[in-house]
């Protein structure tokens, strides 16, 4: 069967069961938007290409697929170049397609011509220009199984516009042959062994839980492992939802903006068993003195991760999966073979912390509205399993704090990128790949004004995604340190409570708008906001500009040194 290059394109990624992409077409892409026209695949046209590339992350994040994007060349594909690092970053599966010049163009600066390759060499797995079109196919099947396999990651496919118009000869490839690429997912019997072995030696352990659970589809072994074990677990960022916050062992997230207990947990350890995590900065605060006394299990399935920060103990390269249920087995043997220490007395102590340092704020009847307050809210008045998706600042880590995750895949969140604009886009990619759950993006005023274009694309698609935009008339967490770190010297953070008026921009985008400015019209608005389900919302809740997130360990200081409220203002650990 002859088929043009375009076609080609169109039919391998149907072959690769694609359901739906997110794309703006230009002129190097056009010759592929022709037999989209005849395609089964489902296309949304976005307002920016940055939005495309933040939506298949949203589809990849809730659904566990990879998500497809599709752009033209030059400015359209330094546009989606974000999304690749932010999901290069954050280990999210997606497929990017981008147009280019004429190879025989290539090089002589035509227009919109860039070196995409080269630009997008650094945030991308891996990447292919096409030379011929008879290898479509080929690259195609390569591109998702690079980007969903091992550690997962963005990939993109250059296609020049010749290429498009070039006629090949049909035929889809029965395996994909990359002898230089071959993910290790077992893990290494006698490294498991010795794990179990340190896990029944070890009297303050604690399970410090990942995203690689998510990406792994490891929510169920780490459960298993914890409850088997009887194991604290904490669970950062990128892991919220990995393990229920309403179970007895978990303590939540740790980090700069993490909770007291999940925080001094790890530094009293004498076993951090770290489960698809990589040892972020903004986990471990100073890395000289984070976790002083632990000896370290890391399960990774990239082994750059292993050593990277912190020298393990034990390192096991493989899928979290995969090395937990084996682990579990190992674990079961041991446990056989000797008494294990009895954890009873360090759940007390952490149980202790809980109580002690809870997280606190107040919201008065007469008030300022509390971001925290409008967050809970929206916790407790929406489904169970609903997906909320958050930009970067204040209320990312408010949300993470307050929201009570019972189920994985239901947090969508910028972390090791920390890309402003996220949660919009995002929010639309998670609704769109799981349409019968309620999508919430809780934003903040900064992020919102960087993306919100693309509820035009929700409204114009009937993708009724919901948008609480936490409004403080500021660049939140830029104010925040600038009070605590740089006298309150506020330079270039106010953005006016005002402008833009929030509510018309909505209507203009085709939206229902509120305005909340009072804590009783908080529950109202949002049950209103519920009902509706033909077009996106967006609530604008005025909240308190003076408002800072707690607990908070200053950057680049120890764990130890953290901040536990406004009425310090300075480091407060014990």
Same mark, same amino acid.
């Given at each position: 069967?002859k ?5 080609a394109?169109i039919?391998?990624?149907e072959?690769e069961?694609?359901?739906?992409m997110?794309g703006?077409?230009g002129?190097?892409?056009l010759p592929?938007?022709?037999?989209l ?5 489902? @296309?949304?046209l976005?307002?920016h290409e940055?939005?495309?590339?933040h939506?298949?992350?949203g589809?990849a994040h809730?659904?566990?697929?990879p998500?497809v994007?599709?752009v ?5 594909a330094? +546009?989606i170049?974000?999304?690749l690092?932010?999901?290069y970053?954050?280990s999210i599966?997606?497929?990017v397609?981008t ?5 025989s163009?290539?090089g002589s ?5 860039c ?6 060499m650094p945030v991308?797995? @891996?990447n292919?220009?096409v030379?011929?079109?008879q290898?479509?196919p $080929? ?9 969903t396999?091992g $550690?997962p990651?963005?990939?993109?496919v250059d296609?020049?516009k010749d290429?498009?118009n ?13 002898p ?7 893990? @290494?019997?006698k490294?498991?062994k010795?794990?179990?072995r ?5 009297h303050?352990p604690?399970i ?10 490891a929510a169920?072994?780490l459960?298993?492992?914890a409850?088997?074990?009887g194991?604290? =677990?904490?669970t950062?960022l990128m892991a919220?939802?990995?393990f229920?916050?309403?179970?007895e ?6 980090g ?5 207990t999940a925080?001094t ?7 951090l ?5 990589r040892f972020?900065d903004?986990?471990t ?9 632990a !000896?370290i ?5 990239d082994?750059a991760?292993?050593?990277? =920060?912190?020298?393990p103990?034990v390192p096991? =390269? ?17 446990q ?11 759940r007390h102590?952490? !149980?202790a912390?809980?109580t002690?340092f809870?997280l606190?704020?107040?919201?008065y009847?007469?008030?300022p509205? !509390? ?10 008045h929406t489904?169970d399993?609903?997906i909320?998706?958050s930009?970067v ?10 929201w009570k995750?019972?189920?994985p895949?239901t ?9 402003m604009g996220?949660?919009?886009p995002?929010?639309i990619?998670? !609704? ?6 309620m999508?919430w ?5 900064g992020c ?5 274009q693309?509820?035009v694309?929700a409204?114009a698609?009937q993708i009724p ?5 936490l409004?403080n008339a500021?660049l ?12 309150e010297r506020?330079?270039?953070v106010?953005?006016?409570?005002d ?11 085709g939206?229902?708008?509120?305005r909340v400015?009072t804590?009783?019209? =908080?529950?109202?608005?949002i049950e209103?906001? +519920?009902?509706?389900?033909d $077009?996106?919302?967006?609530i604008?809740?005025?909240t308190?500009y003076?408002e800072?997130?707690?607990p908070?360990v200053?950057?680049?200081?120890? +764990?130890?040194n953290?901040i ?5 203002? $300075?480091?407060g650990?014990r």
């Open positions: 069967m088929l043009s290059g375009a076609q394109l039919k391998s990624l072959m069961n694609t359901e739906v997110f703006l077409p002129g190097a892409i592929v938007y022709d037999p026209i005849d395609s089964s695949i489902r @296309h949304i976005v307002r940055q939005g495309a590339g939506m298949a992350e589809y809730a659904t566990g697929r998500g994007a599709m033209t060349s030059g400015p359209a330094t +546009n170049v974000t999304p690092a932010d999901a970053l954050d599966p997606i497929v397609i147009g280019q010049v004429p190879l163009a290539i600066d035509a227009f919109q011509e070196d995409t390759l080269g630009i997008t991308t797995k @891996h292919w220009l030379t011929d079109a290898d479509i $080929r690259i195609i099947r390569e591109a998702f199984h690079v980007a396999t $550690r990651g963005p990939v993109l296609f020049p290429i498009a070039q006629m090949m000869t049909w035929e889809w490839p029965d395996s994909v042959n990359l230089g690429y071959k993910p290790n997912l077992k893990g @290494h019997p490294q498991i010795e794990a179990a340190l896990i029944g030696e070890s303050r604690v410090y839980a990942g995203g690689g659970i998510l990406k792994a589809r169920e072994a459960r298993e492992l409850e088997l074990t194991i604290p =677990v904490v950062t919220r939802g990995a229920p916050d309403d179970h062992l978990c303590l939540g997230m740790p700069m903006h993490g909770n007291y925080i947990a790890m530094q009293k350890a004498d076993l068993i770290a489960l698809g995590s972020d903004r986990v605060g100073k890395v000289g003195d984070f976790a002083p006394d !000896k299990i890391h399960v990774d399935v082994p991760e292993l050593g990277k =920060v912190r020298r103990d096991i =390269v493989g899928d979290c999966r995969n090395v937990i249920e084996r682990m579990i087995t190992a674990v079961r043997s041991d056989t073979k000797r008494d294990w220490p009895d954890l009873a007395p360090w102590q952490v !149980k912390w809980q002690e809870p606190t704020y107040e919201q009847e007469d008030g509205l !509390k971001p925290q307050f409008c967050i809970e809210s929206l916790r407790d489904p399993d609903t909320v998706a930009g600042g204040q209320h990312q880590m408010w949300t993470s704090q307050h995750f019972r189920h895949y947090w969508v969140n910028s972390g090791g990128l920390g890309t996220f949660a919009v995002a929010a990619g998670a !609704k769109v790949g799981m349409p019968e759950r999508v993006a809780v934003d903040g005023d919102f004004q960087m993306t919100a693309e509820l694309t409204s698609e995604v919901k948008i609480a935009i409004n500021y939140g967490m830029v104010r925040q340190w600038q009070e605590l770190f740089y006298e506020y330079s270039e106010y953005l006016s409570p402008l833009p008026d929030y509510v018309k921009w909505a209507e203009a985008m939206c229902v708008g509120f400015d804590p009783e019209d =908080v529950v109202p608005t209103k906001a +519920n009902e509706i389900d $077009r996106p919302v967006v604008d809740f005025r308190d003076r800072k997130v707690y908070m200053p950057a680049g200081q120890p +764990n130890d953290i536990l409220g406004p009425e310090t203002d $300075r480091p650990g």
